[in-house]
């Protein structure tokens, strides 16, 4: 091998590490409609559109420090045993940092009914958008303690 082909060889998966990002809007409003609709989708049992919307190594922590991946949310999304009433976002606040990451945060209010029993809650959230070749994605997601909904 010669020693550019050598030095090509090592040196290009770093290069490609280096690469750019895809065009990822810097655009509050984009985030807050990527998690909008991500809200409603949990609220519809929209599991295919969860799907696209969550990164496939997508992390959740919850108040109570239980954690659930991907594959949790989407199960979730097919038990019949929920039955969402309301799960949307209000009182949005959006941060960039650097060129890859997005975070949101807000306040979520969830009314649903759990195997007979009333759901009627709120909680702070923060959840971080990544940037990838497909443009934002969620990745991961820190849900404050449940605090009863002020009517």
């Given at each position: 091998?010669?020693?550019?082909l ?6 290009a998966p770093i290069a ?5 990002l ?5 655009d509050p409003?984009?985030i ?12 519809k049992?929209?599991a295919?559109a969860m799907a ?5 190594d997508?992390t ?10 991907k594959k949790?949310?989407?199960d ?7 039955a969402y ?12 940092y650097g060129e ?21 809650f709120d909680l702070w959230?923060?959840d ?14 820190q849900?404050?303690?449940h ?5």
């Open positions: 091998m010669s020693k550019a050598l030095t090509l060889a090592l040196f490609a590490l280096a690469a750019p895809p065009a990822c809007p810097q409003a984009l807050k409609q990527l998690d909008t609709e991500y809200q409603a989708a949990v609220e049992s929209d295919a696209r919307l969550l990164a496939d997508f959740l922590v919850t108040g109570k420090g239980q954690v659930y991946g949790d949310l989407l979730q999304a097919h038990d019949t045993a929920l009433e309301h799960q949307s976002d209000t009182r949005q606040s959006v941060r960039f890859g990451t997005a975070v949101i945060t807000a306040l979520l209010y969830i009314k649903a009914l759990y195997k007979g029993d009333t759901l009627d959230f923060s971080v958008y990544t940037c990838t070749p497909k443009g934002w994605i969620y990745s991961f997601g849900a404050g303690a605090v009863p909904h002020a009517s």
